[in-house]
């Protein structure tokens, strides 16, 4: 999956979840309400309107309360953000150099140079391989799928979403024959599913 449309999906889903503020369950099953993603708590959903700005990039540098992007061009300043992602709870000792993070910006007249202030922050991790296929074969027993002829793992943390939406919670609701995107660590000599998005039948997330 392209990461720019994947980044701009899980910010959209990060506003939703946010505003909602209810305990995260790891799937989507929109279209509206979404269950939110860790970290989230509620907030005043006119702050979600301030700016439709935002940047994302891989981080650099964490320093206090600013992330520095884009080898330290841009400071992201998170002073006052919701800090989301997949997995547990989230602070910003949890963002690390290397990681791809989404930011959403409160204004758009941000003086010269200065640090960008941040509402809400999306960290999605670095993966290992980002790979788009049919599923093969599932083993539900297992927590695994087949794909381009390579087992995939499923573990608690994996996150599950479909596009267009629908209910999709674990290894289980995948059937053969069906295209996921999947974004994936390799751990223990294995393939760990991070994300894993049941694609349209087209394969692509835009015509």
Not at 38 to 53: F, M, N, R
Not at 111 to 124: G, T
Not at 146 to 169: D, E, N, Q, W, Y
Not at 177 to 190: H, L, Q
Request: charged residues 10%.
């Amino acid at each position: 999956m392209s990461r720019k449309v994947f980044a701009a999906a899980l910010l959209t889903f990060a506003l939703a979840s946010v505003a909602i503020g209810q305990p995260h369950r790891g799937v989507m099953t929109g279209p509206m309400p979404m269950p939110p993603m860790q970290g989230a708590t509620p907030v005043d959903p006119s702050v979600l309107t301030i700016s439709t700005s935002n940047i994302s990039g891989t981080v650099q540098s964490v320093s206090s309360s600013t992330i520095l992007i884009a080898d330290g061009f841009f400071a992201i300043d998170a002073t006052q953000a919701r800090i989301v992602g997949y997995g547990p709870p989230m602070t910003i000792s949890s963002i690390h150099a290397g990681d791809h993070i989404v930011a959403m910006i409160t204004k758009s007249d941000v003086v010269s140079n200065a640090p960008l202030p941040a509402s809400i922050v999306v960290v999605m991790r670095a993966d290992d391989v980002q790979l788009t296929g049919t599923v093969q074969s599932i083993d539900a027993a297992h927590a695994a799928f087949t794909v381009l002829g390579r087992t995939i793992h499923v573990t608690s943390s994996t996150f599950f979403a479909a596009m267009p939406p629908t209910t999709i919670k674990s290894v289980a609701d995948l059937t053969a024959g069906t295209i996921v995107s999947i974004d994936a660590t390799i751990a223990n000599g294995e393939v760990e599913a991070r994300t894993v998005m049941l694609m349209p039948a087209s394969g692509r997330l835009m015509p």
